[in-house]
């Protein structure tokens, strides 16, 4: 047996982002700082800003944040009605054009939240009729979109890998979002963004980040929106329209992104996450016995899934000793003692047993009744992730990983659960990679390759992962399979004669300090030395993806 190492790798540089031109600074990548314009700027054919002081967007917004008008009510065009066919004098070249039909039919289709995103299509693609800056960003997304048709993975997909024949479709992305920023800074030192409007802007960076890979920017974006919409709320707590728009879509998409949010914070506060919506807890205590309608079962799910979150977040410690800046905890939470976030954690998980119960009906009647593609994608969904929640909160108070081995048919329906709503994604069967604003798969996958010991279903998830590439939100598919089968390859190095990982083994804290210049991540865990001995050791691996 190899002595795991315990000395500590150096660690790699990570990309600046305090100093560069103010083009770099907008796009958060590093920059050469050549003079008077950075050589980043002339090979992406980019007009160089120069070296000016960048002002901070995200507190300009909350400064100038103005109350959400009901729809039609707005000083721009109203953005009730949705115009398919803009004037074609609004785009620059007809290439522009073209990139923005590729969003209208296939995109934003492809990209939105799976549930109930047709208001907010209707409202970010009417917002490119009066608002440049989301023009230019949707145009960016279209030219993105087809960008990645041509491509067989990620790697090619990044602000940084430009070789001497880039993809021309991606040169245009990387232009009309370079624009799309600089109207966005424009149009917010001036304050004349609405709410509606500086949502929308952090949504639509908020995709091209995250569909680049670039997590860092994305999640940023996620807790702008989130605070954007926490002061909204505090704002309004006693606004008589409060009421009539408590149920937009863009105000909710952003409450959901929590889930996303969390995993990559770099800290976390009950300010961040307070965003519970009045009645939250009032809906889950009047949980019915049986759903009737997904609606109904997708409101439950979505309290229980934000309650978690903000369990994780403010209820439970990080690992010890904290991880560095700009690394997070993949599977470092457990053996938690404190009774009061015991007995929350235990108050969600009976919340999702009975959800799990209601739900039973309403999912046999969809599979016994031939219900539609879309109803029984939306329930798949929702069943797995509920899942893959409950075997999270399970981790986080449970003091021996062999607890895990009584959840293998729960670990084996999540498998099955996510190859159904693969299947139905991509049902030409492509395996070009995908990106989805909206959480379907990875995270799920993520769980069982971490917890599931079962040697065929943990190499089921793993392989699922990296078959599949796909962005989900902040989360990468490839990252996570690479991440996952080391997990299992560390831990089956102790396999006992009838391949079963003993509890020793089983490794704890796994943290990922990424490299997003050299799209890299350092990977360390806490494993026993012995079944004799409670000594730990670190295991360390850098991985690229």
């Not at 030219?143 to 880039?166: G, H, R, V």
């Not at 990252?479 to 083994?505: H, N, Q």
């Amino acid at each position: 047996m190899s002595t795991p190492s315990t000395s500590k790798p150096k660690r790699r540089g990570l990309p600046k982002t305090k100093s560069g031109c103010r083009t770099c600074k907008v796009r958060r990548v590093k920059c050469g700082e050549e003079k008077p314009k950075c050589h980043r700027c002339i090979k992406f054919g980019i007009a160089c800003d120069g070296y000016g002081p960048l002002p901070n967007a995200s507190k300009t917004m909350i400064k100038k944040i103005q109350p959400l008008l009901p729809k039609g009510t707005d000083r721009r065009p109203s953005l009730s009605v949705l115009q398919f066919e803009p004037p074609q004098s609004l785009f620059s070249t007809e290439q522009d054009h073209r990139y923005f039909e590729v969003f209208c039919s296939k995109t934003a289709f492809e990209i939105l939240p799976a549930f109930d995103s047709s208001n907010l299509r209707e409202v970010l693609l009417q917002a490119c009729v009066s608002e440049p800056s989301i023009r230019h960003a949707v145009v960016a997304l279209g030219a993105l979109d087809l960008t990645a048709e041509s491509l067989q993975d990620f790697e090619k997909l990044s602000l940084d890998d430009q070789n001497e024949n880039p993809n021309q479709h991606h040169q245009n992305a990387l232009r009309r979002y370079t624009t799309a920023i600089k109207e966005m800074r424009i149009a917010s030192a001036e304050g004349e963004q609405d709410f509606r409007i500086t949502l929308l802007t952090c949504f639509v960076i908020l995709c091209f980040e995250a569909w680049n890979g670039n997590q860092d920017l994305a999640v940023r974006q996620i807790q702008t929106g989130l605070r954007l919409v926490q002061a909204w709320r505090e704002e309004m707590l006693t606004d008589q329209k409060r009421q009539t728009i408590t149920d937009d879509e863009l105000m909710k998409t952003f409450s959901k992104l929590d889930v996303q949010a969390i995993s990559f914070a770099e800290e976390s506060t009950s300010e961040r996450h307070a965003l519970a919506v009045n009645g939250e807890q009032e809906l889950l205590d009047d949980m019915p016995a049986s759903f009737s309608t997904i609606r109904e079962a997708e409101m439950h799910e979505s309290a229980l899934l934000r309650q978690s979150m903000r369990f994780l977040a403010i209820q439970v410690p990080l690992p010890k000793p904290h991880p560095p800046k700009r690394a997070f905890p993949v599977n470092g939470w457990w053996r938690l003692q404190d009774p009061r976030a015991v007995s929350i954690q235990q108050t969600i998980v009976t919340g999702i047993s009975n959800w799990v119960v209601a739900f039973e009906p309403l999912w046999t009647r969809l599979k016994t009744e031939n219900a539609d593609e879309k109803s029984l994608l939306i329930a798949s969904m929702l069943r797995l992730h509920m899942e893959a929640c409950f075997i999270a909160l399970l981790s986080v108070c449970s003091f021996s990983e062999e607890i895990f081995d009584e959840y293998n048919v729960t670990f084996s329906e999540m498998v099955d659960l996510a190859t159904f709503t693969l299947q139905i994604m991509d049902q030409n069967r492509s395996k070009k990679p995908k990106f989805s604003f909206d959480s379907h798969v990875v995270i799920p996958l993520h769980m069982v390759a971490h917890k599931c010991r079962d040697r065929t279903i943990r190499r089921r998830a793993i392989e699922l992962l990296m078959e599949n590439p796909r962005r989900e939100g902040v989360w990468d598919s490839t990252l996570g399979a690479k991440i996952g089968g080391w997990a299992m390859a560390i831990e089956e190095e102790f396999c006992d004669e009838e391949g079963k990982v003993p509890e020793w083994a089983r490794i704890h804290g796994v943290v990922f300090e990424r490299d997003q210049e050299r799209r890299s991540a350092l990977l360390t865990c806490e494993q026993r030395t012995s079944a004799d001995s409670e000594e730990v050791v670190v295991r360390r691996k850098i991985v690229n993806w």
